[in-house]
């Protein structure tokens, strides 16, 4: 199952190089050397740079006599519908579908780089996966116009009407989930969420981390879904386990901004906003402040000499490991076969093995 899943991942990294080499390709009429020296600056060498770099986790480490040689391979879930319903090599497939769920693939690739350009202005961050951000590089005007531009891009490159029409939900699901994101970070939400009651808390943190997390998980596979025309029971299924898995994720995330051995160099990092679910968490027992003008070594403090900080972290990590359990399940139950469900495994547990190791590791510092 591993070299079938290799092998769609190094088609893909395939396809997305011959969209780069294209851009160069295409050329821009007789506008002059000058005109073009300048494009291959401010937009073709940034797109290639968003595009080709910033790897991040590799569910498929690489491996010079396997498909895709020494490139870093991430499969996708768009091949994962494809193979889940029009079969594995070898099986009677369908030519179109097969071309519209690579060209699919690329599009979904292009957002996902386009939204980690746009985030990363948006948080400041200057480094994403130990490499210098796009606006870190570029500058700020660039890589939002880089930004937008793919985004234009990946939808125009999807070509099927069906899955555009899909990409462009989750376009605007996406920055619906940043605009809440974004809105954590204001005095106006801060201030309501400090003296908000528990049950709300959790509302707004799950309401964001759906659109903007759960949207990472969901795109993919119902762009895909869209494009094979699958039945609208197994898209509502999997749409509702992409969710699950995409609130394990921010979860993860979450904790890891509180635990130095899995967060890092970014432990700590998001704590300037109120959306950080531990932070939330323990809002019940007395609250810092009722102000709005919590400081990041403030909620830093608070956060860390609270004296239910490692029960709340243990019981927020077990509800992750639960959420990925479930997703995996309903996943599973709409696979064809067991090579299908092997192939999402595959998939999926680039992230997923990091949820359960952190659980454990938590329960053993607790001696739970």
């Known amino acids: 199952m591993e070299k079938i899943v290799r092998q769609d991942a ?16 295409g050329g821009e009429g007789d506008e002059g050397e000058v005109y073009a020296d300048a494009l291959r600056r401010t937009l073709y060498a940034p797109i290639e740079d968003a595009l080709g770099s910033k790897v991040g986790q590799q ?14 391979l991430r499969p996708s879930m768009v091949y994962w519908a494809y193979r889940n319903y029009r079969g594995f090599p070898g099986e009677l497939t369908d030519a179109d579908d097969f071309a519209a769920i690579r060209r699919t693939a690329v599009a979904v690739r292009i957002l996902l780089k386009a939204a980690v350009a746009l985030d990363d202005i948006q948080d400041g961050s200057a480094v994403r996966y130990g490499e210098p951000a796009l606006h870190a590089t570029h500058g700020v005007p660039i890589a ?9 891009a990946a939808l125009r490159h999807a070509g099927q009407p069906a899955a ?35 049950a709300d808390r959790v509302r707004f943190w799950e309401s964001v981390a759906a659109l903007k997390t759960g949207t990472l ?13 699958v039945r609208e029971r197994d898209r509502e299924a999997l749409a509702d386990a992409m969710r699950r898995l995409g609130l394990a994720s921010q979860l993860f995330n979450d904790l890891t901004d509180v635990v130095p051995e899995f967060g890092g160099a970014n432990t700590h990092e998001d ?22 003008n919590l400081s990041s070594a403030d909620l830093r403090s608070y956060v860390l000499t609270h004296p239910k900080l490692d029960a709340t972290l243990l019981r927020l ?34 992230k997923g093995h990091l949820i359960d190791r ?8 607790s001696g739970a």
């Open 10 to 25: 190094a088609l893909l990294e395939d396809d997305l190089r011959a969209f780069v080499d294209a851009l160069a390709d």
């Open 59 to 72: 569910a498929l480490p690489p491996r010079p006599d396997a498909p895709g040689g020494t490139a870093p």
């Open 164 to 198: 555009v029409a899909a990409l462009l939900e989750s376009v605007g699901r996406g920055f619906t989930g940043q605009a809440g994101d974004l809105a954590s970070r204001t005095d106006v939400t801060r201030e309501a969420l400090l003296t908000a009651p528990h």
């Open 317 to 350: 990590a077990a509800d992750a490991v639960e959420l990925k359990r479930a997703a995996k399940e309903t996943v599973h139950s709409v696979c064809r076969s067991p090579y299908s469900a092997a192939y999402f495994d595959l998939t999926i547990d680039r």
């Open 358 to 365: 952190l659980h454990r590791t938590l329960a053993e510092r």
């Open 271 to 292: 704590f300037d906003g109120l959306g950080n679910r531990v932070f939330l968490e323990l809002l019940d027992a007395e609250p810092p402040r009722t102000d709005a």
């Open 217 to 229: 998980f969901w795109m993919p596979l119902d762009a895909a879904l869209a494009a094979l025309g």
């Open 144 to 152: 939002l116009n880089t930004g937008a531009w793919l985004v234009t």
